[in-house]
T-cell receptor, first 115, second 111 residues
Framework: SAVISQKPSRDICQRGTSLTIQCQVD?????MFWYRQQPGQSLTLIAT?????????ESGFVIDKFPISRPNLTFSTLTVSNLSPEDSSIYLC????????????FGPGTRLTVT | QKEVEQNSGPLSVPEGAIASLNCTYS??????FFWYRQYSGKSPELIMS????GDKEDGRFTAQLNKASQYVSLLIRDSQPSDSATYLC???????????FGTGTRLTIIP
C-alpha cells in the first residue's frame, strides 16, 4: 500500500484562524479523500479531492469552510477556515490503493484543537 | 436507519477466545465491505476486505459476508491483548469509491 504522510500531526489554533493540512503520498494515486473524525465518533467524509479540478463535497460541507487543493496525483491540502471549537477533530486523508480495487488507506491524521 | 450499523460495545473477550464483531448495512447496492482496526490515537488500518458471499480468512481473522441478510462479521481467533482496539465496518457501493463507516465497536481483550 502507499505510504501517506500528513503535516502537521497536531496543532492548537485560536478561534477565527485557519489551518492548512498537507497530505503527501509516495506514489501517484487517482482517488484521494478527506475525512473528519470528531472525538469518540466514526469517520465522516468531507470531500473527494480531484486532481486539476474543484473538490466534490459531501452534504454538510462547503468549499468556503473547507477549501481543498490537489495540484497533482501525490499531494493535496485541506484548509479548515474560520475555526470554531466545533472544528476540533482529527482530519485524515485517504487514498485508494493501486492494488485491490477500492481498498482505501489512511494517513496518520492531524489532530486539531481549537481554543 | 443508519446505512452501516455496529454495536458500539464495549465488547470484552478473554485472551485466547474468539472475538465476534458484527455489522449490518441497509443499502442493498453496497458491494464491497471492509474492516478497519483503530487503536486509540491512531488512524484506521485496513485489516480485511470482502466482496463475495461466504468466508474470507487471513491469519487469525475471518470476514463473513451474507448479502441476503445484509450482514458482515469479523471473527478474531486466539484473541490477544494487542487486538484491543475499535473496529470499524465500512461499505462501498458499486461504482462509487466513497466509504460509509459504521460507528465502530470497541473491543477489549482481557488477559
Amino acid at each position: 500500500s502507499a505510504v501517506i504522510s500528513q503535516k502537521p500531526s497536531r496543532d492548537i489554533c485560536q478561534r477565527g484562524t485557519s489551518l492548512t493540512i498537507q497530505c503527501q503520498v509516495d506514489s501517484q494515486v487517482t482517488m484521494m479523500f478527506w475525512y473528519r473524525q470528531q472525538p469518540g465518533q466514526s469517520l465522516t467524509l468531507i470531500a473527494t479531492a480531484n486532481q486539476g479540478s474543484e473538490a466534490t463535497y459531501e452534504s454538510g460541507f462547503v468549499i468556503d469552510k473547507f477549501p481543498i487543493s490537489r495540484p497533482n496525483l501525490t499531494f493535496s491540502t485541506l484548509t479548515v477556515s474560520n475555526l470554531s471549537p466545533e472544528d476540533s477533530s482529527i482530519y485524515l486523508c485517504s487514498v485508494v490503493g493501486s492494488g485491490r480495487v477500492s481498498e482505501q488507506y489512511f494517513g496518520p491524521g492531524t489532530r486539531l484543537t481549537v481554543t | 436507519q443508519k446505512e452501516v450499523e455496529q454495536n458500539s460495545g464495549p465488547l470484552s473477550v478473554p485472551e485466547g477466545a474468539i472475538a465476534s464483531l458484527n455489522c449490518t448495512y441497509s443499502d442493498r447496492v453496497s458491494q464491497s465491505f471492509f474492516w478497519y482496526r483503530q487503536y486509540s490515537g491512531k488512524s484506521p488500518e485496513l485489516i480485511m476486505s470482502i466482496y463475495s458471499n461466504g468466508d474470507k480468512e487471513d491469519g487469525r481473522f475471518t470476514a463473513q459476508l451474507n448479502k441476503a441478510s445484509q450482514y458482515v462479521s469479523l471473527l478474531i481467533r486466539d484473541s490477544q491483548p494487542s487486538d484491543s482496539a475499535t473496529y470499524l465496518c465500512a461499505a462501498l457501493r458499486f461504482g462509487n469509491e466513497k466509504l460509509t463507516f459504521g460507528t465502530g465497536t470497541r473491543l477489549t481483550i482481557i488477559p
